[in-house]
């Protein structure tokens, strides 16, 4: 065990310290992405959820848009990014680093916004949120002298301190899930806004620089803590108020699951929740109430309405990915086989699927007995059952 020398030790200890150093993305813990970064390169990962696949890059000569000559690079799967800034002889701290485009590793669908964050001097490590998007934005904007001031403006605005600002929120989820739940919230509403208030032709990513323009703003002259909500339907701009209880709905059901440390619960909230925005933003007439009760009529669930009561209050029942439905089977088993070709359509013992079938209802199946095979697809199907099977079914959906 001791064969190797003192000095050898020191020098491997050395090297293993170098590479730790290099490697050390600050990203969601968990293993290094392999290849060590090189000498001149920046740290970080980019989080709404980690963005997977996103672009990162240097935006030297601060116009928004990665030029041919600047630095750029793609986060991996766990958002993290390494970008090499070598071929760059100015300073750089102080510079935009902006992330676009790429997937949130929370709902799987595509990231439309943009984030920046300024570097900063360390050049390692470095969370891009819609946080630091805020932060970016103030001093880019001359309302804060500089980015430490303009930080602690941000952080006291929102009621968090500097350190979390800068923190991963995924990785904080556990300690201060409120951190993600700030996180998400302010970009959804900024995503939303955007959309509502984007002039003919102009760029998505135009519009949402107003929409951060606005939020920005509303900061500097903000003088005590405020939610995310209260801030977004402070603005001058159509659609605070839909903004505003777009933030409330995901705070109340996003953050009300991270509360009990239901994480997937979360992640099928605020994907349901993005699936209500994107309805909104392509059908500019539906409230954010209207937009779900729209989804749950779509979906054939008339009845249940989970994405209604998932905005009413927070509740994921019936939202996909949601709860998961555990079944006790009833004593008696004789009907389950001739059942279980009901639950194809009706979901796994005739609950959870796109509509209940379990108890006093089962008996309705008959009911199709006396339309035409071609008036519905359930009426087609219980046509091909003897009443003596029927019965068995219904048997044993009632138990
Ligand atoms: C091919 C998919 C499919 C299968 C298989 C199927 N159903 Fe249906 N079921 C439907 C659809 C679609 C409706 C709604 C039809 C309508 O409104 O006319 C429905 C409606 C019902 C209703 C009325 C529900 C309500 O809330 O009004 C009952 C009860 C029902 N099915 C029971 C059954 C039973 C029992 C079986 C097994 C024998 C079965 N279904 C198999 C698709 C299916």
């Known amino acids: 065990m001791s064969r190797i020398h003192r000095n050898q030790k020191t020098a491997m200890l050395a090297a293993l310290s170098i590479a730790t ?5 600050g990203g969601g813990g968990g293993g290094t992405s392999g290849a060590q970064a090189p000498a001149n390169a920046l740290t970080g990962v980019a989080v709404d959820g980690y963005l997977q696949g996103a ?22 799967l766990n958002g993290r990014y390494v970008l090499d800034y070598s071929g760059i002889t100015t300073p ?39 946080l630091t998007t805020l932060v970016d934005a103030m001093v880019a904007q001359g309302l804060a002298p500089d980015v430490a001031s303009a930080k602690q403006k941000v952080a006291t605005a929102l009621s968090l301190t ?19 739940t700030t996180t998400v919230a302010l970009q959804r509403s ?13 760029t998505s990513h135009a519009s ?99 994405y209604y009561y998932l905005v009413l209050n927070g509740s994921i029942q019936g939202i996909p990915g949601g709860t998961i439905t555990t079944l006790t089977q009833p004593v008696n088993t004789a009907g389950r086989l001739l059942a279980s070709n009901c639950f194809q359509c009706h979901g796994t013992g005739g609950v959870g699927g796109f509509d209940k079938i379990r108890g006093k209802e089962a008996a309705e199946v008959k009911e199709y007995l006396r339309k035409t095979a071609s008036s519905s697809i359930m009426a087609a199907h219980a046509q091909g059952y003897t ?6 079914i219904i048997t044993y959906l009632q138990q």
């Open 21 to 25: 150093l290099l490697s050390a993305c």
């Open 55 to 76: 672009t990162v890059f240097l935006d030297v000569n601060r116009n928004g848009t990665q030029d041919a000559s600047e630095p750029v690079t793609t986060t991996d």
């Open 92 to 130: 750089i701290t102080g510079l935009p680093l902006v992330v676009t485009g790429g997937v949130d590793s929370d709902t799987g669908f595509a990231f439309v916004g943009q984030l920046s964050a300024p570097v900063e001097a360390a050049r390692q490590a470095q969370v891009v949120t819609p």
């Open 162 to 180: 500097v350190e979390q600002l800068s923190a991963d929120p995924v990785a904080q989820i556990a300690n201060n899930p409120g951190i993600y």
């Open 190 to 202: 900024i995503q939303l806004l955007a959309s509502a208030n984007a002039a003919s032709g102009e």
């Open 208 to 306: 949402q620089e107003r929409v951060i323009k606005a939020l920005a703003t509303a900061i500097q002259s903000q003088s005590s803590p405020v939610n995310v909500s209260d801030l977004v339907a402070s603005l001058p701009l159509s659609s605070s108020a839909e903004a505003k209880k777009l933030a409330l709905a995901i705070t109340n059901s996003v953050g009300g699951r991270l509360e009990s440390k239901d994480r997937d619960g979360a992640k099928a909230a605020l994907r349901a929740m993005d699936e209500i925005r994107a309805r909104m933003e392509s059908d500019h007439t539906l409230n954010l109430t209207d937009a779900a009760v729209k989804i749950d009529e779509e979906r054939g669930k008339n009845k249940t309405r989970p």
């Open 387 to 392: 009443d003596a099977q029927l019965n068995a």
